[in-house]
């Protein structure tokens, strides 16, 4: 069973910086799509930052210059450094990958299970 475990949320006072990770478990062929989003109360979830097979990252513009993604396909883990944290980053972030089970097969949409932070003084 495959499953996708994040780790690395917390508390940080503003202008502090926390790293996210999220790791594959279980056995796959490769991995496609992986991004991180997130939400906050009484919002809608958001694309935060991205990088696909290719490697080139894209990030939503609230966080461009402050947030990197990084992905390690042979280790299965996807990264977000954050840096220069704000309040309005506090939201429940979320990793999302596109994975190949087996050879031949579709890509299907996995989901981490969820990881809170709070940024605040």
């Known amino acids: 069973q495959v499953q996708l475990v994040e780790s690395g949320g917390g508390l940080v006072q503003p202008g502090g910086s926390l790293r996210l990770s999220c790791a594959v478990s279980?056995?796959?062929?490769?991995?496609?799509?992986m991004g991180w989003y997130r939400q906050a109360p009484g919002k809608q979830r958001e694309l935060v930052a991205s990088?696909?097979?290719?490697?080139?990252?894209n990030y939503a513009a609230s966080v461009k210059g402050r947030f990197t993604i990084s992905r390690d396909s042979a280790k299965k883990t996807v990264a977000l450094q954050m840096n220069s944290l704000k309040p309005e980053d506090t939201a429940v972030y979320y990793c999302n990958l596109g994975i190949q089970i087996r050879p031949g097969g579709s890509y299907e949409d996995y989901w981490g299970q969820g990881t809170q932070v709070t940024v605040s003084s």
């Open positions: 990088i696909p097979s290719s490697g080139i990252p």
């Open positions: 279980g056995s796959i062929f490769s991995i496609g799509f």
